[in-house]
Every structure is written in structure tokens, then in C-alpha cells.
């Protein structure tokens, strides 16, 4: 699979459904899930669209494709939309795919388990640079070189990097920072629904500047969880603000912003908190006000 397949690579729900129209066949969206027998779907994840190469592709047996593999999900990809769906259902039986998909499944358990780790403790991610088995590549890389000493699939994924029988192995920053953002995501999401469920609210704000000299604001919010058995007051921290506008207005105008943006409404609040800048607390032109 070439880069430029690569890059322009759509994974499921993408804009794709009508492409290349001008022909009587065409890609569609349609394909990504798999209609069960009775009745139910199952997500094809597996499944990519290159719109550069107007291509379908397996991204599991792309990635961990054997020597021997001469399927053409998992080297050139296929274009024949006519038989396409004999084509996938074929594929997602083979065995190889099958073995593919459970590599892929383990290797990014352990990924997403270093990146859970990492920030769990609040540790850095990166190094000087970003080569395997270097010198002061960081947390993240040291983990990924204990994990290959007893793991056999990462052992195997490394080797494959190592001997360059593929590119594109996951292990880069901006993977790392795309896992970061996804489960910041779902942290959130996980904090928003407890607040929902509890109503009511209170706020705490904190501004600082960073070493850029840049004002940031820290929102966090308390409240009476009562999504389990014991209830309890907790306290979140919810998003970090980057504001231009340092003055009471200002600052409320970015918070009110925020809490529309997270769904949250602001006459649920019930109490806030400041620190002693007069911008925060002043009663009659600070952000209290």
C-alpha cells in the first residue's frame, strides 16, 4: 500500500457515498458495516477507502500481512465495486484475516494501556528523539522495549519496523497524541454524564499564565455524584482555557462559551470559587459579578 494510498485513506462514516459517480458503480459508505443473518450489523474497522486510488483496503492485514499473503485487500486493494461484497465477506473469513484482526486487537490493547499508564501517573511521553532501543527516547518507547522482552506480538511488530517490512508501525507522536484525545474524550464524557445526572453544580476557575505568557484558565466542577450506591461530593477538572480577554466579562464570556460547548447549562450552577485577583472576585466588574 503506497503512502499516497495511505494518506488518503477514509475509515467508516467518511464522505465517500457517491464518489466517482460518473461511473455505474462506486464506493459507499454502505460497506463499512456487515448485515448479520438476523438482522443485526457489525462495524467493519477494518475496512479503509483511499479516495486518492479510489481503493479498498484491510488495514489489519495491511499492517500484519505475512510474506505469503496474496490477498488484494492487504496489498493493492480493489476497485471492483461489482463484486466488492463477495470480495469482503470472503476476506473477513479467511484465516489470516482472522489472525490479523487478533494481532491488531492485542497490539493496541498494549499501546493504549502505555498511554494509559503514562498519564494515569502524570509522566512524560517523549524524549530527545523517537527511535527505538536509543538513548533518551523517552517513557513512552522504553515501555513499548519492556513490553517486546516477554510479548510475543510486539515482538513480532517490532522486528517488522526493525527490518523495514513496513512504514508505518504507530508508534509516533501523533499517534500518541491522537490516543491522548480520544481517551481525554471519553474521561470527559464519562465526568459530563455524573454532572448531568446530579444537576446541579459548582464552579471552580483558576488563571495563570504559562511560560509562553499566555493567560489560561482551569475549569473545574463539583458536585454530589450519585451514579453509584454511595454518594459523594466530587470534584472534576474539565478543560483548560486559553483566554485573550483577561477581564471579569471576558473570562465569563469564555466560560459561558465553554458550558454551551459541553453542554452544560449555567443556571444549574449553585456555587463558585475564585482565586484573589480582582478581575475573579471583584463584585462589581470582576468575573463574579
Keep these: 500500500m503506497t503512502e499516497a494510498a495511505l494518506a488518503g485513506c477514509k475509515s467508516a462514516k467518511s464522505e465517500v457515498a457517491g464518489y466517482n459517480e460518473k ?39 495491511t499492517l500484519f500481512k505475512s510474506r505469503k499473503s496474496f490477498g488484494l485487500l492487504a496489498n493493492d486493494g480493489t476497485s471492483d465495486w461489482k463484486h466488492l461484497s463477495q470480495t469482503l465477506r470472503v ?41 527505538l532501543y536509543q538513548d533518551n527516547n523517552g517513557n513512552f518507547l522504553g515501555l513499548i522495549e519492556m513490553i517486546v522482552e516477554f510479548d510475543v506480538v510486539m515482538q513480532d511488530h517490532i522486528r517488522r519496523i526493525q527490518n523495514s517490512e513496513i512504514h508505518y508501525h504507530y508508534l509516533g507522536h501523533k499517534i500518541q497524541n491522537e490516543l491522548i484525545s480520544m481517551l481525554a474524550n471519553c474521561v470527559r464524557s464519562s465526568i459530563l454524564k455524573i454532572i448531568k445526572q446530579a444537576k446541579y453544580f459548582s464552579i471552580i476557575l483558576d488563571c495563570t499564565l504559562d511560560v509562553s505568557h499566555q493567560e489560561q484558565m482551569t475549569l473545574l466542577v463539583r458536585c454530589v455524584d450519585v451514579s453509584s450506591s454511595t454518594i459523594k461530593i466530587e470534584e472534576y477538572f474539565l478543560k483548560k482555557l486559553e483566554v485573550d480577554d483577561t477581564s471579569g466579562l471576558g473570562l465569563f464570556t469564555e466560560l459561558l462559551n465553554t458550558l454551551k460547548l459541553l453542554n452544560l447549562n449555567i443556571n444549574d450552577v449553585r456555587g463558585q470559587g475564585y482565586d484573589n485577583g480582582s478581575n475573579m472576585k471583584g463584585k462589581h466588574q470582576g468575573f463574579q459579578k
Excluded: P
Design 23 to 61: 461511473f455505474s458503480r462506486h464506493f459507499s459508505d454502505f460497506y463499512y458495516l456487515k448485515r448479520m443473518n438476523n438482522g443485526e450489523t457489525r462495524d467493519r474497522k477494518w475496512l479503509i477507502y483511499s479516495k486518492t486510488v479510489d481503493r479498498v483496503y484491510c488495514f489489519c492485514c
Design 91 to 131: 476476506h473477513e473469513l479467511s484465516e489470516e484475516h482472522i489472525t490479523n484482526m487478533n494481532i491488531w486487537s492485542e497490539l493496541k490493547n498494549r499501546i493504549i494501556s502505555v498511554v494509559k499508564c503514562l498519564a494515569k501517573n502524570n509522566l512524560a511521553f517523549r524524549g530527545s528523539n523517537e527511535k
